[in-house]
């Protein structure tokens, strides 16, 4: 028998990006624009103008944020300076606000663009520290329940960010492996859009990109086992699990003939020269001089 739905209830502490599916479409909202915890407009160096989280997609031009606000006794955030520097006082017994805090339109920044172009968005051991810290103090010593999700590190591998060029061939753009090759300009998923003639970036690589998003997640559970340094909070299950295997940022595995990807970009990363059926492949990008891990066939893992 299923269990019955709870009505009512609401999430206490929601942070991460996706303002678009908040905001209105049509109807400026004043929570686009992004502030710090005094009040004051954050400028992005890049253009010297007030950063935004840029106009929402809801056609029906309802303003969730402003809804979850003045109607769901919600505290919002849209910075990291806002982020980290919350009055916990606000937050603090079963009466007190739960947060919600989004830091992007879209997903929020890798942690690569993050670091170069984003400083205001938070990382993500930031967003976990201090869920952690408002969770702690609703609960008023009850305990809580805390999912966080480094999903990013997914994109990476879909986008195929790592020791990826994007070379002309049969039938349309195909990606060839290659390493210690600058990333593409336009960010983590520049791969996505890129083509031969995409320039790269003079001094980040692809696979800092990689590197520095699993440093990410790696930071957040620090942040958990922080959190059981108190003795009060031993009694904590601290649990890491991921979704699915993903063969984007390995050298083996991804083979795209049906375009999936919708870019006309058809992919054929394999670790080894490997030799397949089907005649129309002959012209695919292929590696050449990879070393299989086990020496043989099947192996996900080169070991040049």
């Known amino acids: 028998m299923l269990p019955t739905t709870k009505v009512g209830v609401d999430v206490d502490v929601i ?13 400026a909202s004043p929570y686009e624009t992004i502030r710090d915890a005094a009040g004051n407009t954050i400028t992005d160096p890049a253009t010297n103008a007030p950063a935004t989280l840029t106009r929402g997609r809801r056609a029906d031009d309802v303003d969730l944020v402003s809804y979850a606000v003045t109607q769901r006794n919600y505290g919002f955030v849209n910075s990291r300076d806002a982020l980290n520097n919350l009055n916990l006082a606000d937050y603090t017994g079963p009466n007190g606000k739960k947060l919600l805090g989004l830091f992007h339109a879209s997903h929020v920044n890798f942690e690569q663009d993050r670091q170069t172009s984003a400083p205001w968005e938070p990382s993500l051991a930031e967003m976990t520290q201090a869920a952690i810290r408002v969770l702690q103090a609703k609960s008023n010593g009850k305990g809580f329940f805390l999912l966080v999700e480094s999903g990013r590190i997914d994109h990476l591998e879909h986008a195929n960010t790592g020791g990826i060029t994007v070379a002309a061939g049969t039938g349309g753009n195909q990606y060839t492996v290659e390493v210690d090759r600058p990333a593409y ?4 998923e520049a791969n996505y859009v890129a083509t031969p003639a995409t320039p790269r970036t003079t001094n980040v690589y692809a696979s800092d990109y990689m590197i ?3 440093l990410a997640f790696d930071y957040a559970i620090a942040e958990g086992r922080a959190f059981l340094n108190t003795a009060s909070n031993g009694r904590t299950l601290l649990f890491s699990s991921s979704d699915h295997e993903c063969g984007g940022f390995t050298v083996t595995g991804l083979h795209d ?4 990807q919708q870019n006309g970009t ?5 670790s080894g020269q ?5 005649a129309a492949e002959a012209g695919y990008a292929t590696p050449t001089n990879l070393v299989r891990g086990d020496g043989g066939a099947g192996a996900g893992f080169p070991s040049t």
């Open 15 to 27: 942070l991460g990006g996706g303002s678009r599916h908040f905001l209105p479409r049509n109807v």
């Open 185 to 188: 300009v336009g960010g983590g």
């Open 212 to 214: 520095k998003e699993v």
């Open 257 to 260: 003939e049906a375009d999936a």
């Open 266 to 270: 058809k992919i054929r990363t394999y």
């Open 274 to 278: 490997i030799t397949k059926s089907v």
